[in-house]
Structures are given as C-alpha cells and as structure tokens.
Nanobody
Framework: QVQLVESGGGLVQAGGSLRLSCVASGSIISINAMGWYRQAPGKQRELVAA???????NYADSVKGRFTISRDNAKYTVYLQMNSLKPEDTAVYYCNADGATYSSGGYAKFDSWGQGTQVTVSS
C-alpha cells in the first residue's frame, strides 16, 4: 500500500498564489510519474500537470505559464506552484503517483491517489 497525502490548499484571491505538496509513503521501490489532477463541481476530473522520474513535464493548456510542477525524488514528494490564480482554477486537487512497491513474493505495481485538497479562488 502506498499512501499519498496532499497539503497546501486554501482560499486565495484572484491573482494570488498557492503551493501544493504531496508526499508518498509506504514500501516504495520506485515512483514513475507523479501528477496533479483537479475536479470542479459538476465536471470530470482533469489532468493539471504531470512529471516523470526524469523530470519531463506535461501541463494542461489552461495552466501553462502559470503553474509549475516539480518533485523531490529522495523525499517522494511532488509540488505544484500555482501563480496568477483564476476563479476557474477552483476545484479539489488530487495527487496521483504510480510505480513499484514491495510486496510478499517480490514487488507489485501501484497507482495511488490522495484524498484531495480544496483550492478556492475568489474573484
């Protein structure tokens, strides 16, 4: 079992900034991609940004130039720096990670989600 715990959400005015963090814990062998998704009320969950173990990044068009994803592999942590926030960025933000974990008999793949953190941007 690999657990992901997000932090850093909150209420901010439009134009402001927030930094989300997500820490993975458990019997982790390696983590491949880590990413941030968000889900606004009445909408489907969507990819915000993702980063591979090698540092390659991918962003949704709506956040390019405003959000930056980074990770600390030694700490199993991924960050999302969000600048120039807009009311349409309001959503629950979820962390996701996949990789390999120790299990009885060897190892197993995992694909885990955090519990989510609320980001609210007021106009």
């Amino acid at each position: 079992q690999v657990q992901l715990v997000e932090s850093g959400g909150g209420l901010v005015q439009a134009g402001g900034s927030l930094r989300l963090s997500c820490v993975a814990s458990g019997s982790i062998i390696s983590i491949n991609a880590m990413g941030w998704y968000r889900q606004a009320p009445g909408k489907q969950r969507e990819l915000v940004a993702a980063i591979t173990s090698g540092g390659s990044t991918n962003y949704a068009d709506s956040v390019k130039g405003r959000f930056t994803i980074s990770r600390d592999n030694a700490k199993y942590t991924v960050y999302l720096q969000m600048n120039s926030l807009k009311p349409e960025d309001t959503a629950v933000y979820y962390c996701n990670a996949d990789g390999a974990t120790y299990s009885s008999g060897g190892y197993a793949k995992f694909d885990s989600w955090g519990q989510g953190t609320q980001v609210t941007v007021s106009s």
